[in-house]
């Protein structure tokens, strides 16, 4: 597997200290920094505002009905902000 680097302008200073230069250890150091979390899959539905939609987070579970009423749920507070949505799929 190869590491996707960023480009130097979205290169992401951590908390823990270091630059992270590729997308993946942005994206893992980003999760850490902001959910004291680095499971995978690991979700969090957000308006564009970085607002959260839904109070809890989400990691893997194979019961499809529970992740499909956590995404619904994201949708509903989302038709109920007036702020945009932004969708990471």
């Known amino acids: 597997m190869t590491k996707t680097p960023l480009p130097e302008a ?9 630059i ?4 993946g250890k942005k994206n893992l150091h980003l999760q850490a920094d902001l ?4 499971a995978q899959p690991y979700y969090v539905l957000m308006d564009a ?10 990691g893997y579970d194979p019961d499809k009905d529970k ?9 509903k507070n989302s038709r109920n902000s007036s702020l ?4 990471l799929l």
């Not at 979205?10 to 270091?18: A, D, F, R, V």
């Not at 992740?67 to 949708?75: I, N, Q, R």
């Open 84 to 87: 945009p949505t932004l969708w």
């Open 35 to 38: 959910f004291e979390s680095i």
């Open 20 to 23: 992270k230069k590729t997308i």
């Open 49 to 58: 505002q970085g607002n959260r939609l839904v109070k809890s987070e989400m």
């Open 67 to 75: 992740f499909l009423s956590f995404l619904e749920s994201g949708v």
């Open 10 to 18: 979205e290169w992401y200073e951590s908390k823990t200290g270091g």
